[in-house]
């Protein structure tokens, strides 16, 4: 693991809600049918995350905005560990 500085350390949430599998190829499963939701408080960083996501083959990433106030992130694949936003009081309406 590589040393981060402090200082310039620009953090995004985004692969938290995924098992490794569906990160790497979101086609596996369902199609490709799931949707990614980055949250981060720097735009340069989201921008990247977002480039690499693409890279991967996702195709609906939605920005979820700022990291500190997305807790409960929502899942899109049944095996997500991770608190489902209906939980959290969240809907995501499209």
């Known amino acids: 693991m590589p040393r981060l500085d402090p200082v310039d350390t620009r953090v995004v949430k985004t692969f938290v809600t995924q098992e490794q599998e569906t ?28 480039q690499l996501l693409t890279s991967y083959g996702w195709s609906d990433i939605v920005d979820a905005g700022p990291r500190a106030g997305w807790r409960c992130t929502p899942t899109s694949t049944p095996r997500s ?12 309406v499209r």
Do not use: L, W
């Open 23 to 50: 990160v790497v190829n979101p086609a596996e499963f369902g199609g490709g049918d799931h949707t990614m939701f980055p949250a981060g408080d720097h735009e340069d960083a989201k921008t990247a995350a977002r």
């Open 81 to 92: 560990a991770s608190p489902s936003a209906a939980a959290c009081g969240v809907q995501i």
